[in-house]
């Protein structure tokens, strides 16, 4: 038999009140939590269209114009000795090679103060723009660069070397047999230029009679990989207007006049003077 319950009258009159608390503290939350979505509903659209209205500004902004905000433009300031030489240079002219090399030598002694505008011996640049990428040549300059070329002959120990870091040479030959050796550090010559490569002749069966012409001034020139320009060094200021035009002209030569857009040469220190290819 079953557990009974007997409710009394006073039982009844107390959960009947309980009832009618627990209704109405349910209608105060429910009244509550209505008007927290309301405030935060508004909270929410002016949320919203403030971020929609900073969107729209922000498409609205020209593309050139958010660079020039995020961009600071400097302005290039060029030395009082510059400005002079660059006046001695006329822009718009294209020089004959021997008048551009005489301007050389003038920009080489002319400063503000009347003097040598530097007292070292300046390196002479040939810049070139070609009509195409992809154009290489080997050639020798009739005087030379005026620097001295350290040439070194691939072997293990200089592999050694050069796995360790030291790299003391400029131009780098190698027998044919030894390109296998040099796999391994190739990844440190390639960025540098240094890996032998038979295009430029710096794979030889004979690498020490290879390495004499190196020395003498042999040179490979080969335009950029996305671009086509050539930057050459061909002298000193020093040689003289006849040397360095005979090394200028061993370029052209190699280059070809047809294949060249623009011709510029200039001194490490002065600006560029347009030289006539035709």
């Not at 230029?193 to 009679?209: D, V």
């Not at 040179?219 to 006849?242: A, D, Q, R, Y």
């Not at 006049?257 to 011709?263: G, T």
């Amino acid at each position: 038999m079953g557990k009974v319950r007997i409710k009394t009258f006073g039982d009844q009159e107390q959960e009947q009140k309980e009832k009618e608390q627990r209704k109405i503290e349910r209608e105060q939350k429910k009244i509550a939590r209505e008007t927290e979505v309301s405030v935060n509903g508004e909270k929410d659209q002016n949320v919203s269209e403030a971020i929609t209205s900073e969107q729209k500004v922000d498409e609205e902004t020209p593309k050139k114009e958010k660079k020039s905000q995020n961009k600071k433009t400097v302005a290039r300031i060029r030395s009082k000795s510059y400005t002079e030489k660059a006046s001695l240079v006329d822009k718009k002219n294209k020089y004959q090679i021997p008048d551009a090399l005489e301007l050389l030598e003038k920009m080489k002694q002319f400063s503000a103060k009347g003097g040598p505008a530097s007292g070292w011996d300046e390196t002479v640049e040939l810049h070139i723009n070609t009509t195409r990428t992809g154009q290489f040549g080997t050639l020798t300059l009739p005087h030379g660069t005026g620097k001295q070329v350290k040439v070194a002959i691939a072997d293990d120990a200089l592999i050694a070397e050069i796995e360790k870091g030291k790299i003391n040479f400029d131009i780098l030959l190698a027998e044919p047999e030894m390109m296998p050796k040099l796999a391994k550090v190739a990844r440190v010559l390639g960025p540098r230029g240094l890996m032998p490569n038979p295009k430029n002749g710096t794979i030889s069966k004979n690498p020490a009679e290879a390495a004499k012409e190196f020395e003498k001034g042999q040179m490979t020139i080969k335009t950029e990989g996305k671009f086509p320009v050539l930057h050459l060094t061909v002298g000193k200021v020093s040689f003289g207007k006849e040397k360095l035009a005979k090394n200028i002209e061993a370029v052209l030569d190699t280059v070809k006049a047809a294949n060249i857009k623009s011709l510029t040469v200039k001194s490490t220190m002065s600006p560029g003077v347009k030289i006539n290819v035709a």
